[in-house]
């Protein structure tokens, strides 16, 4: 247990089918991020969320489609994907955006069939 | 664009062996910090560095830092099965900027 929790731990959509993934923290943190580690690839930065409010957004796809209700838990809302967005989705939290201490959750491992 | 290339890529060593992993960068980085994510979880970190030469130790891990902040290695000896796992560096930046990282097997 992290402090950083991410469910569903696994996941297989259709490439027409809409999910969500969803992270939870209460370790008292106020920016809250998502990445995508894809192999052979370095982590990948998708969505950096400080107070509630986006303060990042890394040219992704509008497929995919973040959502922070509060500052402990986030959301991201995933629509019409392609295979090639099978990957570990890694939702990580940090005191705030200049905090380099990151703490990830265990990962949602996504499947697009 | 700031890059951080991790080498080896794969690492598969019997139990009690010595290795050395690197982490390099053509930039400097005002800090570097090493993670490990172990099969089905994800990272955590194990250690920041912060000051040009450093030699931090973690048990039988030591991590340096190089002189001019532009790289970095992690020694562990006498590997054991449970240090298996993705080591990643990342450079300090906003946002963090993380290596391919290394994929050690330690075979008992």
């Known amino acids: 247990e992290t402090g950083v929790t991410q469910t569903p731990r696994h996941l297989v959509m259709g490439m027409t089918n809409k999910k969500s993934l969803k992270c939870e923290q209460h370790?008292?943190?106020?920016?809250m991020y998502w990445y995508k580690q894809s192999a052979k690839k370095p982590l990948e930065l998708m969505f950096v969320y400080n107070f509630k409010e986006q303060t990042e957004n890394n040219s992704v796809p509008s497929r995919f489609s973040p959502e922070c209700p509060n500052s402990s838990h986030l959301f991201l809302h995933l629509h019409t994907l392609q295979p090639e967005d099978s990957a570990l989705y890694l939702c990580?939290?940090?005191?705030?955006?200049?905090?380099?201490?990151?703490?990830f959750g265990q990962g949602t491992r996504l499947t697009v069939v | 664009t700031q890059l951080l290339e991790q080498s080896p890529q794969f690492l598969s060593i019997q139990e009690g062996e010595n290795l050395t992993v690197y982490c390099n960068s053509s930039s400097v980085f005002s800090s570097l910090q090493w993670y490990r994510q172990e099969p089905g979880e994800g990272p955590v970190l194990l250690v920041t560095?912060?000051?040009?030469?450093e030699v931090k130790k973690l048990k039988r891990l030591t991590f340096q830092f190089g002189d001019a902040r532009k790289d970095s290695s992690l020694h562990i000896t006498a590997a054991q099965p449970g240090d298996t796992g993705l080591y990643l560096c990342a450079g300090a930046g906003t946002p963090l900027v993380f290596g391919k990282g290394t994929r050690l097997s330690v075979i008992a």
């Open positions: 370790l008292g943190h106020n920016a």
């Open positions: 990580a939290s940090s005191q705030d955006p200049r905090d380099s201490h990151l703490i």
């Open positions: 560095v912060v000051t040009g030469g």
